[in-house]
């Protein structure tokens, strides 16, 4: 089995393995794919996790694109209308003043699907990379993006409590 090594040092055969990775279960995470199941996946040993409305992530994808930034990981959820961004761990906390997206803790759990597999509600958007993992999205270049895309948004799609609809 060919592996890639990551830039922790530690070598993946694939997607699936380097998230699977952050699981308590990691052989249990990939059965459950295997299967066409979703699986948990934890926040922080492998990555942080940003977490942002699915309209806004959108926009910041098309702003990082357009800027000719790298565009890592992320997973959109349809039913939840949401989309959780994979960053280096540890560098999570550099967004946490940033209108609109909130930095899950350490050992938060995420429901996934299977990576390249669309399940009818969540898809894993992936960098046309052969080796997708090794390189997630810079937290600076993500904040630019969100701030952007923020301002970019009409006033009547934000409300007043901070949040976007």
């Not at 350490?106 to 997708?132: F, H, K, M, R």
Request: charged content about 15%; aromatic content about 8%; hydrophobic content about 35%.
């Amino acid at each position: 089995m060919n592996t890639t090594r990551h830039a922790t040092g530690l070598c993946y055969p694939s997607m699936a393995h380097w998230l699977a990775a952050s699981s308590l279960q990691p052989r249990a995470v990939r059965a459950f794919w295997a299967q066409g199941q979703t699986a948990t996946l934890i926040s922080g040993p492998v990555w942080d996790t940003i977490e942002m409305p699915l309209a806004l992530s959108s926009l910041t994808a098309t702003y990082l694109a357009y800027r000719g930034r790298h565009v890592g990981p992320y997973l959109l959820c349809g039913t939840q209308s949401t989309a959780w961004w994979l960053v280096e761990t540890g560098r999570g906390q550099e967004l946490a003043d940033v209108e609109h997206v909130k930095v899950l803790p350490p050992n938060c759990p995420i429901t996934a699907s299977t990576p390249g597999t669309y399940n009818g509600d969540q898809l894993w958007v992936l960098p046309e990379t052969p080796c997708p993992w090794l390189r997630l999205t810079a937290t600076d270049a993500l904040r630019t993006a969100v701030d952007d895309a923020v301002r970019s948004r009409p006033a009547t799609h934000r409300n007043r409590t901070g949040g976007t609809s």
